[in-house]
């Protein structure tokens, strides 16, 4: 096991939203597109890249075990299944053995700070994820848009290793919105149709593994 992201998410009282005022939109793309821009690599280069290599999930059914019963789970799955454009499709299952785990934790989650969220535990062999975990802090008195926590979460949990710069996107620090913009969807679609082996002739530009990357949940 080892940890691709641990994600620390502060709170932000300042920037207040409510789930009423979030939609989710995306783009259409012809799914797993071999003609990607220059600007989609980049953007794969960014975000998708860990140890030098493209890191997804396998084709087929995902199972997903959501220990916290958050009711909005199969809202959050069907987005990313919708982005991914078919080759990989996340289900939820009732076995706790599932390779992806969301469960709940109290407490303190790093080094004193009050988190939200962590993604941690990715295991990936050669290139294919294979196991990780989510775990949301139950901690009554943090407040946080739920929705936008759980949803910017699972980005993690399909591939996105950091962080989007300001907050116009779901993957932004802050995760204030749960916008899914064109070149996100298109860079997914391309690491989700592209081989594993697949030379992109460019290095990763990631930080370490054990990242350390603040944000902010609203409530």
């Known amino acids: 096991m080892k940890n691709k992201c641990i994600l ?3 709170m932000a ?6 789930l009423s005022s979030c939609s989710v939109y995306y783009f259409g793309f012809p799914p797993n597109t071999q003609n990607a821009s220059p600007e989609i690599l980049e953007y794969v280069k960014k975000h998708f890249y860990n140890c030098g290599q493209i890191t997804r999930w396998n084709d087929g059914y995902i199972d997903v075990y959501d220990e916290t019963n958050y009711k909005r789970i199969p809202d959050v799955l069907q987005v990313w299944n919708e982005v991914i454009g078919g080759s990989t499709i996340f289900q939820l299952s009732e076995n706790p053995n599932s390779p992806v785990h969301i469960l709940n934790q109290n407490g303190v989650f790093y080094e004193g700070e009050e988190v939200c969220a962590l993604t941690i535990d990715q295991n990936c062999i050669n290139g294919w994820n294979r196991e990780t975990k989510v775990i949301i802090n139950s901690n009554p008195n943090l407040l946080y848009n739920k929705f936008n926590v759980y949803l ?5 949990v399909i591939g996105f290793d950091n962080h989007t710069i300001g907050d116009n996107d779901i993957m932004g ?23 594993i082996d697949y030379n992109m002739e460019f290095t990763t530009a990631n930080s370490p593994n054990l990242e350390i990357i603040a944000a902010s949940g609203l409530p």
């Not at 620090?173 to 081989?195: D, F, L």
């Open 8 to 10: 620390i998410i502060i």
């Open 13 to 18: 009282l300042s920037l207040l939203t409510t």
């Open 152 to 156: 910017h979460e699972f980005g993690h």
């Open 173 to 195: 620090y802050t995760a204030s919105t749960c916008v899914i913009p064109e070149i996100m969807v298109a860079a997914v679609r391309y690491v989700y149709g592209v081989k």
